[in-house]
Protein backbone atom coordinates (compact mmCIF):
# COMPACT_ATOMS: atom_id res chain seq x y z
CA UNK A 1 0.00 0.00 0.00
CA UNK A 2 1.34 3.26 -1.01
CA UNK A 3 1.08 6.80 0.59
CA UNK A 4 -1.60 7.45 -1.74
CA UNK A 5 -4.04 3.95 -1.98
CA UNK A 6 -6.96 4.00 0.06
CA UNK A 7 -8.25 0.88 0.58
CA UNK A 8 -11.74 -0.32 1.66
CA UNK A 9 -11.42 -3.49 3.00
CA UNK A 10 -13.04 -6.34 1.82
CA UNK A 11 -14.28 -7.94 5.62
CA UNK A 12 -15.50 -5.02 8.65
CA UNK A 13 -16.02 -5.72 11.64
CA UNK A 14 -17.14 -1.71 12.22
CA UNK A 15 -15.31 -0.24 14.98
CA UNK A 16 -13.41 -3.51 16.25
CA UNK A 17 -11.70 -2.90 13.64
CA UNK A 18 -9.82 0.53 14.80
CA UNK A 19 -7.35 0.10 17.17
CA UNK A 20 -7.69 1.50 20.95
CA UNK A 21 -11.38 0.29 20.67
CA UNK A 22 -13.52 -1.83 22.74
CA UNK A 23 -17.02 -2.75 21.83
CA UNK A 24 -19.73 -4.66 22.75
CA UNK A 25 -23.36 -5.28 22.00
CA UNK A 26 -26.02 -7.32 23.83
CA UNK A 27 -30.10 -7.69 24.65
CA UNK A 28 -32.14 -5.44 27.19
CA UNK A 29 -35.50 -5.99 25.40
CA UNK A 30 -35.85 -2.60 24.78
CA UNK A 31 -39.18 -3.52 22.34
CA UNK A 32 -40.30 -5.66 25.06
CA UNK A 33 -40.97 -8.76 23.00
CA UNK A 34 -38.56 -11.31 24.72
CA UNK A 35 -37.21 -12.00 21.79
CA UNK A 36 -33.18 -11.53 22.56
CA UNK A 37 -32.49 -9.20 20.40
CA UNK A 38 -29.92 -7.29 20.31
CA UNK A 39 -30.77 -3.82 21.02
CA UNK A 40 -28.02 -1.94 22.86
CA UNK A 41 -24.40 -1.05 21.63
CA UNK A 42 -21.40 0.30 23.58
CA UNK A 43 -18.00 1.01 22.44
CA UNK A 44 -15.59 2.87 24.29
CA UNK A 45 -12.21 3.91 23.41
CA UNK A 46 -8.41 4.72 25.29
CA UNK A 47 -6.98 7.32 24.86
CA UNK A 48 -9.67 9.94 25.26
CA UNK A 49 -11.04 11.27 21.32
CA UNK A 50 -11.29 14.08 19.96
CA UNK A 51 -15.16 13.83 18.57
CA UNK A 52 -17.12 15.77 16.14
CA UNK A 53 -20.90 15.33 15.59
CA UNK A 54 -23.60 15.96 12.62
CA UNK A 55 -27.20 16.04 14.65
CA UNK A 56 -30.73 16.46 12.70
CA UNK A 57 -31.92 19.63 12.11
CA UNK A 58 -35.33 18.06 13.33
CA UNK A 59 -37.57 21.11 15.05
CA UNK A 60 -38.58 18.35 17.69
CA UNK A 61 -35.17 16.38 18.07
CA UNK A 62 -34.91 13.92 20.31
CA UNK A 63 -33.37 14.17 24.05
CA UNK A 64 -29.94 12.20 23.02
CA UNK A 65 -29.62 15.04 20.35
CA UNK A 66 -30.64 17.86 22.32
CA UNK A 67 -28.03 16.14 25.22
CA UNK A 68 -25.15 15.13 23.09
CA UNK A 69 -25.63 18.86 20.58
CA UNK A 70 -25.22 20.94 24.09
CA UNK A 71 -22.31 18.49 25.44
CA UNK A 72 -20.24 18.67 22.56
CA UNK A 73 -20.51 22.19 21.90
CA UNK A 74 -18.81 22.49 25.37
CA UNK A 75 -16.04 19.84 25.39
CA UNK A 76 -15.97 17.96 22.03
CA UNK A 77 -13.86 15.16 23.77
CA UNK A 78 -15.53 11.50 24.71
CA UNK A 79 -14.53 8.37 25.80
CA UNK A 80 -17.67 6.15 25.46
CA UNK A 81 -20.76 6.06 23.33
CA UNK A 82 -24.10 3.68 24.49
CA UNK A 83 -26.96 3.45 21.26
CA UNK A 84 -30.29 1.56 22.14
CA UNK A 85 -32.50 0.73 19.32
CA UNK A 86 -36.29 -0.42 19.46
CA UNK A 87 -37.38 3.07 20.97
CA UNK A 88 -36.17 6.34 19.90
CA UNK A 89 -36.52 8.67 23.79
CA UNK A 90 -38.01 11.46 21.34
CA UNK A 91 -41.19 13.62 21.99
CA UNK A 92 -39.95 12.02 25.46
CA UNK A 93 -40.42 15.59 27.67
CA UNK A 94 -38.32 15.89 30.40
CA UNK A 95 -38.64 12.38 31.24
CA UNK A 96 -36.74 11.42 28.07
CA UNK A 97 -34.30 13.93 28.92
CA UNK A 98 -33.90 12.27 32.22
CA UNK A 99 -33.42 8.66 30.98
CA UNK A 100 -30.96 9.92 28.47
CA UNK A 101 -28.89 11.63 31.19
CA UNK A 102 -29.53 8.34 33.42
CA UNK A 103 -28.16 6.30 30.89
CA UNK A 104 -25.04 8.59 30.50
CA UNK A 105 -24.46 8.09 34.43
CA UNK A 106 -24.71 4.85 34.23
CA UNK A 107 -22.37 4.38 31.59
CA UNK A 108 -19.81 6.59 33.41
CA UNK A 109 -20.23 4.72 36.88
CA UNK A 110 -19.47 1.15 35.41
CA UNK A 111 -16.70 2.33 33.17
CA UNK A 112 -15.33 4.54 35.98
CA UNK A 113 -14.57 7.45 33.67
CA UNK A 114 -13.76 10.82 35.92
CA UNK A 115 -17.04 12.78 34.04
CA UNK A 116 -20.28 12.22 32.60
CA UNK A 117 -19.39 14.66 29.82
CA UNK A 118 -17.39 11.87 28.27
CA UNK A 119 -20.16 9.30 27.36
CA UNK A 120 -23.20 10.32 24.15
CA UNK A 121 -26.20 8.99 24.40
CA UNK A 122 -27.93 7.55 20.99
CA UNK A 123 -31.47 6.23 20.40
CA UNK A 124 -33.15 5.15 17.64
CA UNK A 125 -36.28 3.42 16.70
CA UNK A 126 -40.51 4.15 17.98
CA UNK A 127 -41.21 7.76 18.83
CA UNK A 128 -42.86 8.96 22.17
CA UNK A 129 -42.52 5.35 24.16
CA UNK A 130 -40.60 6.25 27.57
CA UNK A 131 -37.49 3.87 27.47
CA UNK A 132 -37.25 0.37 29.86
CA UNK A 133 -34.69 2.28 32.06
CA UNK A 134 -34.08 -0.87 34.38
CA UNK A 135 -33.84 -3.18 31.40
CA UNK A 136 -31.05 -0.92 29.99
CA UNK A 137 -29.27 -0.23 32.95
CA UNK A 138 -28.74 -3.91 33.46
CA UNK A 139 -27.39 -4.11 29.93
CA UNK A 140 -24.84 -1.34 30.16
CA UNK A 141 -23.52 -3.41 32.94
CA UNK A 142 -23.34 -5.92 30.72
CA UNK A 143 -21.90 -4.52 27.74
CA UNK A 144 -19.51 -2.80 29.92
CA UNK A 145 -18.08 -6.60 30.91
CA UNK A 146 -18.48 -7.30 27.44
CA UNK A 147 -16.12 -4.58 25.86
CA UNK A 148 -13.32 -6.09 23.69
CA UNK A 149 -11.63 -5.68 20.38
CA UNK A 150 -12.83 -9.35 18.85
CA UNK A 151 -15.08 -8.80 15.20
CA UNK A 152 -17.65 -10.87 16.66
CA UNK A 153 -18.46 -8.55 19.51
CA UNK A 154 -17.92 -5.55 16.27
CA UNK A 155 -20.60 -7.73 14.41
CA UNK A 156 -23.02 -7.64 17.76
CA UNK A 157 -22.43 -4.26 18.14
CA UNK A 158 -23.52 -2.73 14.71
CA UNK A 159 -26.31 -5.70 14.73
CA UNK A 160 -27.66 -3.93 17.99
CA UNK A 161 -28.37 -0.73 16.50
CA UNK A 162 -30.50 -1.81 13.98
CA UNK A 163 -34.02 -1.55 13.68
CA UNK A 164 -35.88 -1.80 10.59
CA UNK A 165 -32.62 -2.43 8.84
CA UNK A 166 -32.48 -6.85 7.12
CA UNK A 167 -28.19 -6.30 7.17
CA UNK A 168 -25.79 -5.22 9.28
CA UNK A 169 -24.00 -1.60 8.24
CA UNK A 170 -19.94 -1.71 8.53
CA UNK A 171 -17.25 -0.50 6.50
CA UNK A 172 -13.34 0.14 6.88
CA UNK A 173 -10.40 2.42 5.15
CA UNK A 174 -6.98 2.07 6.10
CA UNK A 175 -4.45 3.84 4.17
CA UNK A 176 -0.70 5.16 4.72
CA UNK A 177 0.49 8.21 6.17
CA UNK A 178 3.81 9.39 7.11
CA UNK A 179 4.82 5.70 6.82
CA UNK A 180 2.21 3.90 8.99
CA UNK A 181 -1.41 2.61 8.75
CA UNK A 182 -3.65 4.58 9.77
CA UNK A 183 -7.54 3.18 9.51
CA UNK A 184 -10.96 4.21 9.43
CA UNK A 185 -13.93 3.01 10.74
CA UNK A 186 -17.29 2.94 11.09
CA UNK A 187 -20.74 1.60 11.42
CA UNK A 188 -24.78 2.62 10.40
CA UNK A 189 -27.75 1.75 10.58
CA UNK A 190 -31.00 2.91 8.11
CA UNK A 191 -33.47 1.77 5.98
CA UNK A 192 -36.61 4.31 6.50
CA UNK A 193 -37.48 7.53 6.81
CA UNK A 194 -34.04 8.37 4.73
CA UNK A 195 -34.06 11.92 3.55
CA UNK A 196 -31.49 15.07 5.13
CA UNK A 197 -31.11 16.40 7.65
CA UNK A 198 -30.27 13.34 7.35
CA UNK A 199 -32.16 10.53 7.54
CA UNK A 200 -33.31 7.91 9.88
CA UNK A 201 -30.40 6.67 10.53
CA UNK A 202 -26.89 6.84 13.20
CA UNK A 203 -23.43 6.15 11.63
CA UNK A 204 -20.70 5.87 14.53
CA UNK A 205 -16.91 6.30 12.91
CA UNK A 206 -13.82 6.13 14.61
CA UNK A 207 -10.03 7.00 13.22
CA UNK A 208 -6.67 6.20 15.06
CA UNK A 209 -5.38 9.34 13.96
CA UNK A 210 -4.93 12.01 16.12
CA UNK A 211 -6.88 15.48 14.77
CA UNK A 212 -8.12 18.50 16.44
CA UNK A 213 -11.50 19.01 17.27
CA UNK A 214 -11.88 22.45 14.87
CA UNK A 215 -10.89 20.08 12.02
CA UNK A 216 -12.45 16.78 13.00
CA UNK A 217 -15.66 18.79 12.34
CA UNK A 218 -14.88 20.57 9.25
CA UNK A 219 -14.20 17.06 7.35
CA UNK A 220 -16.86 15.29 8.72
CA UNK A 221 -19.91 18.59 7.87
CA UNK A 222 -18.09 17.87 4.55
CA UNK A 223 -18.30 14.29 4.58
CA UNK A 224 -21.63 13.84 4.94
CA UNK A 225 -22.71 16.89 2.55
CA UNK A 226 -21.87 14.29 -0.16
CA UNK A 227 -22.84 10.82 1.17
CA UNK A 228 -25.68 10.65 4.52
CA UNK A 229 -26.95 14.06 3.08
CA UNK A 230 -27.39 12.72 -0.52
CA UNK A 231 -29.73 10.57 -0.41
CA UNK A 232 -33.08 9.40 -0.47
CA UNK A 233 -35.70 6.58 0.50
CA UNK A 234 -38.92 8.37 1.23
CA UNK A 235 -38.18 11.68 1.43
CA UNK A 236 -38.76 11.65 5.47
CA UNK A 237 -36.79 13.11 7.83
CA UNK A 238 -36.15 11.84 11.39
CA UNK A 239 -35.90 13.08 15.26
CA UNK A 240 -32.89 11.45 16.08
CA UNK A 241 -30.33 11.48 13.15
CA UNK A 242 -26.60 11.41 14.68
CA UNK A 243 -23.41 11.11 12.78
CA UNK A 244 -20.61 10.68 15.10
CA UNK A 245 -16.38 11.07 14.38
CA UNK A 246 -13.94 10.38 16.75
CA UNK A 247 -10.33 9.86 16.68
CA UNK A 248 -8.39 8.90 19.68
CA UNK A 249 -4.83 9.23 18.44
CA UNK A 250 -3.78 5.66 18.99
CA UNK A 251 -1.86 5.38 16.00
CA UNK A 252 0.59 8.56 17.20
CA UNK A 253 0.43 9.79 13.97
CA UNK A 254 -0.89 13.50 14.55
CA UNK A 255 -2.14 15.03 10.81
CA UNK A 256 -0.24 18.62 10.80
CA UNK A 257 0.04 19.28 6.87
CA UNK A 258 -2.42 20.06 4.66
CA UNK A 259 -1.47 16.92 2.41
CA UNK A 260 -2.24 14.24 5.52
CA UNK A 261 -5.58 15.84 6.51
CA UNK A 262 -6.60 15.65 2.42
CA UNK A 263 -5.97 12.19 2.34
CA UNK A 264 -7.76 11.86 5.53
CA UNK A 265 -10.72 13.43 4.21
CA UNK A 266 -10.79 11.64 1.07
CA UNK A 267 -10.52 8.38 3.00
CA UNK A 268 -13.51 9.96 5.61
CA UNK A 269 -15.44 10.31 2.23
CA UNK A 270 -14.90 7.40 0.89
CA UNK A 271 -16.16 5.91 4.07
CA UNK A 272 -18.98 7.60 4.17
CA UNK A 273 -20.50 7.21 0.83
CA UNK A 274 -19.96 3.75 1.27
CA UNK A 275 -22.05 3.66 4.01
CA UNK A 276 -24.58 6.29 3.06
CA UNK A 277 -25.13 3.29 -0.06
CA UNK A 278 -25.52 0.40 1.84
CA UNK A 279 -28.18 2.52 3.74
CA UNK A 280 -29.86 3.01 0.20
CA UNK A 281 -29.34 -0.65 -0.82
CA UNK A 282 -31.45 -1.88 2.25
CA UNK A 283 -34.57 0.84 2.28
CA UNK A 284 -37.38 -0.55 3.30
CA UNK A 285 -39.03 -3.28 0.61
CA UNK A 286 -36.86 -1.35 -2.38
CA UNK A 287 -36.16 -3.51 -5.31
CA UNK A 288 -33.47 -1.26 -7.39
CA UNK A 289 -31.10 1.58 -6.41
CA UNK A 290 -30.65 4.36 -8.95
CA UNK A 291 -28.01 6.97 -8.60
CA UNK A 292 -29.20 10.46 -10.63
CA UNK A 293 -26.42 12.77 -11.98
CA UNK A 294 -27.83 16.03 -12.45
CA UNK A 295 -25.60 17.90 -14.80
CA UNK A 296 -24.78 21.81 -16.66
CA UNK A 297 -27.46 23.61 -13.79
CA UNK A 298 -27.12 27.17 -12.99
CA UNK A 299 -25.84 26.42 -9.46
CA UNK A 300 -25.57 23.09 -7.19
CA UNK A 301 -28.19 24.33 -5.24
CA UNK A 302 -30.71 24.37 -8.52
CA UNK A 303 -29.02 21.16 -9.55
CA UNK A 304 -29.94 19.16 -5.87
CA UNK A 305 -33.20 20.72 -6.48
CA UNK A 306 -33.82 18.95 -9.56
CA UNK A 307 -32.41 15.68 -8.10
CA UNK A 308 -34.46 15.42 -5.34
CA UNK A 309 -37.55 16.24 -7.19
CA UNK A 310 -37.31 13.13 -9.19
CA UNK A 311 -35.83 11.23 -6.25
CA UNK A 312 -38.94 11.83 -4.21
CA UNK A 313 -41.54 11.56 -6.76
CA UNK A 314 -43.89 9.08 -5.64
CA UNK A 315 -44.98 9.17 -9.66
CA UNK A 316 -41.10 8.51 -10.41
CA UNK A 317 -40.27 6.05 -7.99
CA UNK A 318 -43.03 3.80 -8.90
CA UNK A 319 -42.06 3.89 -12.82
CA UNK A 320 -38.76 2.94 -11.74
CA UNK A 321 -40.35 -0.14 -9.49
CA UNK A 322 -42.28 -1.39 -12.59
CA UNK A 323 -39.56 -1.00 -14.80
CA UNK A 324 -40.72 1.77 -16.68
CA UNK A 325 -38.45 4.02 -18.05
CA UNK A 326 -40.84 7.01 -18.21
CA UNK A 327 -38.52 9.94 -18.86
CA UNK A 328 -41.85 12.10 -19.64
CA UNK A 329 -42.32 11.61 -15.40
CA UNK A 330 -38.87 12.46 -14.91
CA UNK A 331 -39.31 15.81 -17.01
CA UNK A 332 -42.03 16.83 -15.06
CA UNK A 333 -40.43 16.57 -11.64
CA UNK A 334 -37.09 18.86 -12.77
CA UNK A 335 -39.78 21.31 -14.58
CA UNK A 336 -41.42 22.09 -11.19
CA UNK A 337 -38.00 21.78 -9.18
CA UNK A 338 -37.38 25.31 -9.31
CA UNK A 339 -34.50 24.88 -10.94
CA UNK A 340 -34.28 26.53 -14.37
CA UNK A 341 -34.49 24.63 -16.85
CA UNK A 342 -35.64 24.79 -20.80
CA UNK A 343 -37.28 21.92 -23.28
CA UNK A 344 -34.76 22.78 -26.07
CA UNK A 345 -31.73 22.65 -23.49
CA UNK A 346 -33.22 19.24 -21.29
CA UNK A 347 -30.89 15.99 -21.68
CA UNK A 348 -32.39 12.77 -20.17
CA UNK A 349 -29.91 9.69 -20.51
CA UNK A 350 -30.52 6.13 -18.66
CA UNK A 351 -26.92 4.97 -17.88
CA UNK A 352 -25.41 6.28 -21.55
CA UNK A 353 -28.38 5.68 -23.55
CA UNK A 354 -30.46 9.06 -24.52
CA UNK A 355 -33.80 9.05 -23.78
CA UNK A 356 -34.77 13.46 -24.48
CA UNK A 357 -32.41 15.58 -25.92
CA UNK A 358 -33.45 18.99 -25.93
CA UNK A 359 -36.69 18.90 -27.17
CA UNK A 360 -36.92 15.46 -29.34
CA UNK A 361 -38.10 12.09 -27.62
CA UNK A 362 -35.74 9.41 -28.68
CA UNK A 363 -38.33 6.55 -29.29
CA UNK A 364 -35.42 4.45 -31.28
CA UNK A 365 -34.06 3.63 -27.89
CA UNK A 366 -37.33 2.79 -25.74
CA UNK A 367 -35.79 -1.19 -25.82
CA UNK A 368 -32.48 -0.20 -24.62
CA UNK A 369 -34.36 2.01 -21.65
CA UNK A 370 -36.31 -1.16 -20.40
CA UNK A 371 -33.62 -2.99 -20.28
CA UNK A 372 -31.69 -0.45 -17.92
CA UNK A 373 -34.32 0.26 -15.94
CA UNK A 374 -35.35 -3.33 -14.96
CA UNK A 375 -31.58 -3.15 -13.48
CA UNK A 376 -31.30 -3.52 -9.90
CA UNK A 377 -29.05 -0.87 -10.01
CA UNK A 378 -28.89 2.10 -12.90
CA UNK A 379 -27.97 5.93 -13.26
CA UNK A 380 -29.98 8.99 -14.40
CA UNK A 381 -28.61 11.40 -16.10
CA UNK A 382 -30.31 14.57 -16.33
CA UNK A 383 -28.21 17.47 -18.25
CA UNK A 384 -30.46 20.97 -17.75
CA UNK A 385 -27.93 23.00 -20.05
CA UNK A 386 -27.76 26.22 -17.77
CA UNK A 387 -24.34 26.19 -16.56
CA UNK A 388 -21.46 23.89 -14.74
CA UNK A 389 -22.88 22.60 -11.56
CA UNK A 390 -23.95 18.70 -10.31
CA UNK A 391 -25.10 17.15 -7.86
CA UNK A 392 -25.40 13.66 -7.27
CA UNK A 393 -27.84 11.89 -5.45
CA UNK A 394 -28.58 8.12 -4.66
CA UNK A 395 -32.29 7.18 -4.23
CA UNK A 396 -34.69 3.95 -4.69
CA UNK A 397 -37.67 2.81 -6.20
CA UNK A 398 -41.09 2.76 -4.13
CA UNK A 399 -43.00 -0.75 -3.85
CA UNK A 400 -46.35 -1.86 -2.69
CA UNK A 401 -43.79 -3.90 0.10
CA UNK A 402 -42.95 -0.43 1.49
CA UNK A 403 -47.00 0.45 1.82
CA UNK A 404 -47.32 -2.68 3.51
CA UNK A 405 -44.43 -2.57 5.97
CA UNK A 406 -45.43 1.09 7.26
CA UNK A 407 -48.88 1.02 7.40
CA UNK A 408 -48.96 -0.08 10.89
CA UNK A 409 -46.12 -0.68 13.78
Not at 291 to 317: D, F, M, P, T
Request: charged share 25%; with cysteine.
Amino acid sequence: MSEQDLEICPASAGLADCPGFRVAGVSCDVRNKGDNRLDLALFVTEPEAAAAAVFTKHALPAAPIQLGRDSLAEHPFLRAVVINSGNANACTGADGLEDALRMRGVVTKELGLPHESLVLVSSTGRIGERLPMERLTKGIAEGASRLTSDSTEGERAADAILTSDTRRKVATIRFRCQGKTLTLAGMAKGAGMIEPNMATMLAFLATDAAVDPAFLKTALREAVQDSFNAITVDGDQSTNDTVLLMANGHSGVFLETDRDRSLFTQALRMLCQDLAEKIVGDGEKITKVVEILVEQAHSKAEAEKAARAIGNSLLVKSSWYGNDPNWGRVADAVGYSAAAVAEDTLEIYYDTVPAFLQGKPCWENREQWRKIVAEPRFTLRVVLGQGDSSYRLLASDLTEGYVNFNKSE
